[in-house]
Antibody, heavy 114, light 111 residues
Framework: EERLVESGGGLVQPGGSLRLSCSASGFTLSGNYMSWVRQAPGRGLDWVSLMYSGGDRYYADSVKDRFTISRDHSKNTLYLEMSRLTVEDTAVYYC????????WGQGSTVTVSS | QSALAQPASVSGSPGQSISLSCTDTSSDVIRSDYVSWYQQHPGRAPRLLIYDTVKRLSGVSGRFSGSKSGNTASLTISDLQPDDEAHYYCYSHTGGSSLRVFGGGTKLTVL
């Protein structure tokens, strides 16, 4: 069974940094393109970033130059490094597999607050 | 304001058919055939229903179908069931780029 499990969320002050992890099982992460999607409290889904299997990376304008998507083949894990966080980054962050996002994790909650 | 406009809410009765629309307001997104639809129940992760505009994910009920006309994609749900009450989101590429966008979502209420 293909599965994704996010971790690393928590409470961080404005201007701070956090790294989210997305551990994959049942498939090889490096052979797939992977995305991060977030959802602010009471709001809709918001595309954040994607990484193609070949390594090309793309970001939403709202996070470009602050967030970095990466992966560790040996750990079959996807990451999202977030810096210069603002209250607007408060959300549940999901990782998802493939161009159609057919497998999703359960989400990791990031709260940016002083 | 998303480039993909969805009505905020739609309602229907059990057994009815309803269609949820997703309109490209920028004329730059739904030219492609890469529209996906997701269902999200409260407190749960989204679930893929339809991809490539018209293809149903294996295991998804045949009551769900996707279509497109001009700059509007649609998700049709037939024989509405109480468990269909959820939020529904469309998703696609921005034309000519590798960026992605979600519609604002539609809350479906089954009366």
């Amino acid at each position: 069974e293909e599965r994704l499990v996010e971790s690393g969320g928590g409470l961080v002050q404005p201007g701070g940094s956090l790294r989210l992890s997305c551990s994959a099982s049942g498939f090889t992460l490096s052979g797939n393109y992977m995305s991060w999607v977030r959802q602010a409290p009471g709001r809709g889904l918001d595309w954040v970033s994607l990484m193609y299997s070949g390594g090309d990376r793309y970001y939403a304008d709202s996070v470009k130059d602050r967030f970095t998507i990466s992966r560790d083949h040996s750990k079959n894990t996807l990451y999202l490094e977030m810096s210069r966080l603002t209250v607007e980054d408060t959300a549940v962050y999901y990782c998802a597999k493939g161009p159609n996002m057919d497998v999703w994790g359960q989400g990791s909650t990031v709260t940016v607050s002083s | 304001q998303s480039a993909l406009a969805q009505p905020a809410s739609v309602s229907g009765s059990p057994g009815q058919s309803i269609s949820l629309s997703c309109t490209d307001t920028s004329s730059d997104v739904i030219r492609s055939d890469y529209v996906s639809w997701y269902q999200q129940h409260p407190g749960r992760a989204p679930r893929l229903l339809i991809y490539d505009t018209v293809k149903r994910l294996s295991g998804v009920s045949g009551r769900f179908s996707g279509s497109k006309s001009g700059n509007t994609a649609s998700l049709t749900i037939s024989d509405l069931q109480p468990d269909d009450e959820a939020h529904y989101y469309c998703y696609s590429h921005t034309g000519g780029s590798s960026l992605r966008v979600f519609g604002g979502g539609t809350k479906l209420t089954v009366l």
